[in-house]
């Protein structure tokens, strides 16, 4: 067989999906139709929800006639999600068959979705996984309301905690020389975003920041080079950065928390504020330079999931397995679904450290670090083994019966 002929054989390479997600009345949509007049999304797919808010307007539905698929009224993560995978299927038949033409897909979600399960569709479905990659997850933020929403509503706080880019939209209603409130307000609303998301790049519609260029192409693999940008998409960094911002209070008496390590397994840098009202949101990021065994960072994986799925907002990762230390492995979970890990040909750079950011709920790092340690092997050597805890005279019946 020829190459040519071979190589008409395999299969397209997967289709970048983004997901546009915010709360009501953020402006999703005002979003879609600017970003829609940019020639580079002319060839762009679009399913859009328009559940509980103002449908698609006419310029969007002149400009991508084809290719819009608006969902009937509900709520495109739950009752509709068997609904998104029929337009996304209905969608990859359109190509293979000739009568639609795209290279990108948007998913616009209703103001009200938790977007986790749209990921999960878009993660663990045994045929799009083959024909879709999620590029990112692009969340807008009502500059005048996010504070009072993000306070009230935890599908917000997910919205944001999940993003590879915030967008802040009508900032130019609280900007100006009469404005000070405004400005305080603005300014309030960007630490609480840092904190929940230390990670994604906050840009400012207003300023015309929001472009395509800035939202798209925002996961592993850089799209003209088409080799895997780890650092940009961990963006682990920010996480250290933000610490030098939010100290807790074991920092402000300088000192600096990390998992009980042997040889520097187990390191975490916050990005966190506990001293905040929405405390109960923990960015952070574990590394070690050590080789991890794939069997534990299997089990790793299997534990975080079974005991803390829910509250497992996001998980990325890239590791360097014991058995294969020169091919990476990266990870990617949202609650208690992870994607198929990809194996890397090769360390991008110099850095060969297994990294991995958390955003979690109502979990403190130190459980996540002690666990991990421990499937590691390093000890603990300031708690007691259990033999000493289950012959200790002091408890109930004098421990161990003699």
């Known amino acids: 067989m020829t190459p040519a002929r071979e190589a008409s054989r395999l299969p397209p390479p997967p289709i970048p999906i983004c997901v546009l997600t915010g709360f009501l009345g953020a402006g999703k949509t005002t979003l879609l139709n600017r970003l829609l007049r940019d020639p580079a999304l002319a060839d762009t797919a679009v399913i859009v929800n328009e559940f509980g808010e103002i449908g698609i307007d006419h310029l969007l539905v002149e400009q991508v006639d084809d290719g819009i698929v608006a969902l009937a009224a509900g709520c495109l993560c739950c009752t509709l999600r068997g609904d998104l995978i029929d337009a996304l299927e209905r969608l990859l038949r359109s190509l293979d068959n000739g009568r639609a033409a795209f290279s990108r897909v948007i998913i616009e979600t209703t103001g009200l979705a938790d977007p986790a399960p749209v990921l999960h569709t878009l993660m663990l479905h045994p045929y799009l996984v083959l024909r879709y990659r999620l590029d990112g997850i692009v969340t807008v933020v009502d500059a005048v309301n996010g504070v009072a929403t993000l306070a009230a509503h935890p599908e917000a706080e997910k919205q944001v905690a999940v993003a590879d880019r915030l967008v802040l939209a009508k900032t130019d209603l609280l900007l100006g020389p009469e404005h000070d409130f405004g400005r305080a307000k603005l300014h309030e609303l960007r630490g609480r975003l840092r904190c929940l998301n230390p990670s994604a790049p906050l840009l400012d519609a207003a300023a015309g920041e929001a472009v395509v260029a800035r939202l798209l192409n925002c996961g592993l693999y850089d799209p003209g080079s088409k080799i895997p940008d780890v650092k940009g998409w961990l963006a682990a960094e920010a996480y250290a950065d933000a610490q030098a911002h939010h100290h807790d209070a074991r920092a402000e008496a300088g000192e600096k928390e990390r998992g009980h390590a042997a040889g520097g397994a187990g390191e975490i840098h916050h990005a966190h504020d506990p001293n905040r009202h929405d405390a109960h949101i923990r960015a952070f990021c574990l590394s070690t330079p050590q080789p991890v065994p794939a069997s534990a960072l299997e089990m790793f994986l299997e534990l975080l999931r079974a005991l803390h799925g829910p509250n497992l907002l996001r998980l990325k990762g890239v590791v360097k397995l014991a058995e294969h ?24 750079d110099g850095d060969r450290t297994t990294r991995m950011v958390f955003i979690v709920r109502d979990i403190e790092p130190r459980i996540v670090s002690e666990l991990f340690n421990a499937l590691m092997g390093a000890p603990a050597p300031d708690r007691p083994d259990r033999a000493a805890v289950a012959d200790n005279p002091l408890v109930p019946f004098g421990g161990i019966d003699r």
């Open 325 to 348: 230390p020169d091919r990476p492995v990266v990870i990617h979970a949202v609650q208690h679904l992870m994607h198929p890990p990809a194996r890397l040909e090769g360390w991008p």
